[in-house]
């Protein structure tokens, strides 16, 4: 089955403590992104990455890290995670970029730092 | 920011009626996409509708793309207690996807 996959699902950690989410497509897609969702901001973007070791900063880059040394995987870091960081994440895949495909989601991972 | 803005913020209506949702954005954009997002859960690709299209049909769904205006809506007809959800419009401008901030529609059954 086609998917998107990230863990965890629920991660309740305290400030300071760094954390990786995972996010893995089986789709062989080139482009991935990282969301944030906050209630009345929608989905804004942390990262994303056109291919394989190739990345890019969203709109709300500050405090995250990531990496794409396989096309499949895509993790999202946070070294020294903060309050604000509270928030619904979602990983995304496209095929590729400029013609205009669909993203395919993750479930999410909701994360609490308290 | 790019960001796409949805309207209204929330929706309810009865079975059977049909459902408009507005999107408006700022800058250039490739394509237009809606999506939908039961709650919490992740987003699911509904329609996309390029800058060279003014219409697209899917089943019951309709969108519609006005460029020089900068707007896009989203109708659902005959809705359906499970079109409970939240929509949103993604505009792609060939590097990133903008979300809006999305239209919570509530079906009553």
């Known amino acids: 089955e086609a998917q998107v996959t990230q863990n965890p699902r629920y991660l309740i950690t305290v400030t300071g403590k760094k954390l990786t989410v995972t996010c893995s497509q089986n789709?062989?897609?080139?482009?991935m992104s990282w969301y944030r969702q906050d209630p009345g901001l929608g989905l804004r973007q942390i990262y994303y990455s056109m291919n394989v070791e190739v990345t890019d900063k969203g709109d709300v880059p500050e405090g995250y890290k990531v990496s794409r040394k396989e096309k499949r995987n895509f993790p999202l870091i946070l070294e020294s995670p903060s309050p604000n960081q509270t928030s619904l994440y979602f990983c995304?895949?496209?095929?590729?970029?400029?013609?205009?495909?669909?993203?395919?989601f993750g479930q999410g991972t909701r994360l609490t730092v308290v | 920011s790019q960001q796409g803005e949805e309207d209204p913020q929330a929706l309810s209506i009865q079975e059977g009626e049909n459902a408009t949702m507005n999107c408006s954005y700022k800058t250039s954009i490739n394509n237009l996409q809606w999506y939908r997002q039961n709650s919490g859960r992740g987003l699911v690709h509904l329609i996309l509708?390029?800058?060279?299209?003014r219409e697209k049909h899917s089943g019951r769904l309709r969108v519609t793309l006005d460029t020089s205006k900068k707007s896009s809506s989203l109708l659902i007809t005959a809705s359906r207690a499970a079109d409970t959800a939240s929509y949103f419009c993604?505009?792609?401008?060939?590097?990133?996807?903008?979300f809006g901030t999305g239209t919570s529609l509530t079906v009553i059954p």
């Open positions: 995304a895949s496209q095929p590729y970029r400029g013609l205009g495909t669909e993203a395919f």
């Open positions: 993604a505009t792609d401008t060939g590097n990133q996807f903008y």
């Open positions: 789709m062989n897609h080139e482009y």
């Open positions: 509708i390029r800058s060279n299209e």
